[in-house]
């Protein structure tokens, strides 16, 4: 692993829509005691905290499930939707201002065999929808809020973490609104989806 190096609390500490686009090609990496799981990051999203309708937090405001967006930058903030999936997001700017990053999409590197058995799927050759959907890579990574929620991303002893590996390469960014935010009014309209294709 000494490929990979941790991406830092400094790293998270900057503008959300910096950062979202700046994770595409970099990785999420989960270490188990059967080896580590590698994905490369294809697809976010950027929820602006106060000022943005879609965003749990907007007009600043804190429940017991928001308060983790309240923490340091690199904070995993991770929720339950429909009462089953796990949705696994990233805290950014300082500390008091609870913006975030939505992981929607990875390319799985290595662990595939981890990532099959946690899904429960059987999945030939070509298993770039392992994890190809926030629900799905929660699953294959065996993300829980019990576990994880709250936690640290960038300190040394996290077994769950975001890493910058080598030739990461041009970012081809495109653009697009993000999904299943109609509650949101205009703020649905913002072009804060930010996807990275991967050439096969």
């Known amino acids: 692993m000494s490929d990979f190096k941790r991406l830092t609390t400094d790293f998270f500490s900057r ?26 990051i294809l697809e976010v999203e950027a929820y602006l ?13 804190k429940t017991e499930k928001t308060k983790i967006m309240y923490m340091k930058p690199g904070t995993l903030y991770i929720y339950y939707i429909y009462g089953m999936y796990f949705c696994l997001n990233i805290i950014t700017e300082p500390e008091g201002i609870p913006c975030a990053i939505f992981i929607r999409k990875l ?12 899904r429960m799927v059987k999945i030939g050759k070509n298993y770039k929808n392992l994890v190809d959907g ?5 699953m294959a990574f065996n993300i829980t809020k ?7 991303s960038c300190g040394e002893t996290s077994k769950l973490y975001f890493a910058q590996g ?16 109609d509650y949101a009014e205009e703020d649905k309209d913002r072009l804060l989806r930010f996807n990275l294709e991967q050439e096969l």
């Open 15 to 40: 503008d959300t829509i910096e950062v979202g686009k700046d994770l595409l090609g970099r990785y999420l990496i989960k270490k188990t005691e059967n080896g580590d799981m590698i994905g490369k």
């Open 49 to 61: 905290g106060p000022n943005d309708k879609a965003c749990h937090a907007y007009n600043y405001k």
């Open 107 to 118: 390319f799985p590197i290595d662990g595939i065999e981890l990532m099959k058995e946690n």
């Open 134 to 138: 926030p629900s799905k890579l929660c």
């Open 146 to 152: 019990e576990k994880y929620n709250g936690k640290d």
């Open 166 to 181: 080598k030739n990461i390469g041009d970012k081809k960014i495109t653009l697009g609104k993000r999904i299943g935010i």
